[in-house]
């Protein structure tokens, strides 16, 4: 489908994703006494802010032609390893440097896969998931569920449970995160060599761009940001529980970024995107849990949310001839 | 034949060196001294050798099922009885699918965690059909097989909710706000727990619910949903949860907001240290009511021998309730061996 078949009234999808937000922001507003309320929009974006720190390393994957599934399993098993490792009696600095480094490790890996072996990325961070969890689970972890009892007493405690001149510390990671991210992408020549990847990466290697070396820092770079994710979780809910591995949450971290607008087919969007997804789920999960709508229901309408927004992805963002021949991912 | 010949010649070795040492030293106590035949010890003994014991739980790797799996492994030890863990790392296919293989195997009971009421009933009845002895472990499903041990889940939910009665109902001087997080909604813990909290409170009109959420036992769910209902019901006097381990998520969200002591929490579970009596200990939990996971390794251990000895004429036909005994575990009764730990129950049995 060529661009000229659109509608020329036609708007982007962040726009009609900002839109339904909106819309909700002011029906809860109205009929929700105790939802517009400094202390609820701040709970609301709390709550969404691991989801929103996992959507900007699954978007940096998404934007460079990619996509990385074993992200919920790197944050689990290498912060799982961190409390262990410090419940056992080692700092928690050093604790926190052998994590990321295993979480980094898990990343090479993934990068090495799509790059070097050239497996497609959907099928390498799949199993990569599944060998990191079996690995780590079995070689390194005593249990499922690691309590924070080590360093409870510590900083690291604060990073996820404190708050700053009233603002919980999650909120301030996940924009801080965010900026990081959106300034690398668009500022930074690897950042834009990303762009150029995920746009057409027959073009880019033909220009000069290292395109190997650059799939290795990107998932490098989604697993430290995993990394971040899983510190913020684990130190809000004093515990790692490594069966939120087998759980739908990086489903839930695709939906966020492909909702805000992020493409599929690579090469588009940017961390705004992800923002505005992650702020969607964040209304309307809040909302529903206010008014106490049933868990079943919930999943439902949030599930149609997902199957609109890819239907309006691909309504917006047709197939090019390049992802007719290399498909979406 | 062989074997008798050979036990005689062992007996006379036996003798021999027990001659020499008392005869060098003066000592009697000998390890490998053999117990004279009461008539029982080594019928029943001979009755557990060899035999195969299953056991398929949700997963290994947490509390209840590493406490059960001890109690197991210990007695396959003492008694030489096969033990094969299968373990589907909750995934309810996977455990669907060890379980019917196991029956194939033809063991002489099967010991089953079922993660929902309804995906082992089939196999049960399977295995009973097929003369294997079922015991199921702590949740119930819809076929009973022949020995149920485990927690009776709509007495704890009563139990919870009397507490919580006490903490927010009348003369409290609270709101009678309360909020219920349950776990996975087909698991019997809900179906029971949730029947059983409405059915009390009709008897307290005082006490409402005011939110009634799920957070798939996951401890990040439960805090993000806690911190929205404690925001929006600023008076909320308490919350009943239905897992420890995802409850420590609910008790995080109310340290949050400051209302530690405030807001009264009250969780339930197997009763480890470091999930239980810990967290009643700092407060982050006001009442726990403990099915006592060491308790019911103990009687795993005692139900598996006892189906040994005597394997039901037809399995499946006449099922025994073995229901945990429960605990409720305040403040003030958090003594010192209200809990148990997994590592002790580990390295020396349950």
New interface residues.
């Given amino acids: 489908m060529s661009p000229s078949f659109r509608p020329a009234f036609a708007f982007t999808q962040e726009q009609i994703v900002v839109a339904i937000t909106l819309a909700l922001l002011v029906l809860f507003s109205v009929t ?1 006494d ?2 517009l ?1 400094a ?2 929009i701040l ?2 974006i ?3 802010s ?1 989801l929103g720190i996992l959507g900007v390393a699954m978007a940096l994957a998404i934007i460079g032609r990619g996509i990385d599934l074993s992200i919920v399993a790197n944050m689990a098993v290498s912060v799982a390893w961190v409390l262990q490792l410090s419940n056992n009696g080692v700092p928690i600095e050093i604790a926190i440097v052998m994590g990321l480094g295993l979480a980094l490790a898990i990343g090479l890996v993934n990068g090495f896969l799509v790059a070097y072996v050239e497996i497609p990325a959907i099928f390498a961070t799949l199993a990569m998931g599944t060998v990191a969890y079996g690995f780590v ?1 079995s070689l390194l972890l005593e ?3 690691i ?1 924070l ?1 080590g360093a409870a007493d510590t900083w690291f405690k604060w990073i996820g ?1 404190g708050q700053v001149v009233g603002i ?1 510390n999650s909120v301030l990671l996940f924009g801080l995160v965010a900026v990081v991210a959106h300034v690398v992408l668009r500022i930074t020549v690897p950042g834009r060599f990303i762009y150029a990847m995920g746009d057409n990466p027959t073009a880019a290697r033909s220009t000069g761009i290292p395109i190997r070396p650059l799939i290795v820092l990107q998932y490098v770079t989604a697993a430290a940001i995993a990394f971040v994710a899983g510190v913020i ?1 684990a130190t ?4 790692v ?1 490594t ?2 591995v ?2 739908n949450l990086v489903y839930d971290v695709i939906l966020v970024v492909v909702i805000g607008g992020v493409g599929l087919s690579g090469g588009k969007g940017s961390i705004r995107n992800v923002i505005v997804g992650t702020l969607l789920i964040g209304v309307l ?2 909302g529903m ?2 008014m ?1 709508v ?3 229901l919930q999943n439902i309408i949030k599930s149609l949310i997902l199957l609109t927004a890819i239907v309006i992805d691909s309504l917006m963002n047709p197939r090019d001839e390049q992802t007719s021949q290399q498909g979406d991912i | 034949m062989l074997d008798h010949g050979r036990k005689a010649m062992n007996r006379c070795i036996l003798a021999a060196a027990l001659t020499a040492i008392v005869g060098l030293s003066g000592l009697a106590a000998i390890a490998h001294a053999e117990q004279p035949d009461d008539g029982l010890v080594n019928e029943s003994a001979a009755a557990m050798k060899g035999k195969k014991v299953g056991f398929v739980p949700i ?1 290994m ?3 209840l099922t ?1 406490a059960w799996a001890a109690g197991l492994k210990h007695d396959a030890e003492a008694f030489g009885y096969d033990l094969s863990i299968r373990d589907p ?3 309810v296919d996977a455990g669907a699918q060890a379980f019917s293989q196991l029956i194939s195997e033809q063991p002489d009971v099967i010991v089953v965690h079922p993660p929902e009421i309804q995906a082992y009933t089939r196999l049960i009845q399977q295995a009973n059909a097929q003369g294997i002895p079922v015991v199921t472990m702590n949740l119930k499903a819809d076929a009973n097989g022949d020995v149920f041990i485990g927690a009776n889940w709509y007495d704890i939910a009563v139990k919870q909710t009397e507490a919580i009665v006490k903490s927010c109902g009348q003369g409290s001087g609270k709101s009678g706000k309360i909020a219920v997080m ?1 776990g996975v ?1 087909t698991n019997p813990t809900s179906q029971y727990g949730i029947q059983a909290i409405e059915a009390t409170l009709k008897q307290h009109p005082e006490v409402q619910i ?5 957070a ?5 769910k ?4 806690a ?3 404690l ?4 008076d909320l006097c308490g919350f009943i949860g239905m897992w420890d ?1 995802m409850d ?2 609910i ?2 969200a109310i ?2 907001a400051g209302k530690t002591g405030e807001v009264a929490l009250v969780s339930s579970g197997g009763g480890n240290q ?2 239980a009596c810990d967290n009643v200990a700092n407060g982050n939990f006001s009442t726990y009511i403990s099915y006592d996971a060491k308790g019911q390794a103990r009687d795993l251990m005692m139900a598996v021998r006892s189906v040994l000895q005597s394997k039901p004429a037809e399995p499946g036909t006449k099922s025994i309730a073995l229901y945990t005994p429960l605990k409720t575990i305040t403040k003030e009764s958090n003594y010192p061996g209200a809990c148990w730990n ?1 590592d002790d129950v580990k390295k020396y049995g349950p």
């Fill in positions: 929700l105790s939802f309320t202390g609820n709970a609301l709390q709550n969404v691991i689970r249990d499922n569920l309590y009892k449970s919980p979780a809000s809910v004093d515990s529980e069966r939120i087998r759980s999960v809040n849990t206010i106490n049933a868990y079943t | 997963a790797g947490f509390d590493e790392n909750w995934s349950q909604l005011v939110s009634n959420q799920a798939d036992w996951d401890a990040s439960a805090h993000a949903i911190v929205t209902v925001k929006a019901n600023p381990n420590v998520g008790a995080a340290k949050e470091a999930s997994l």
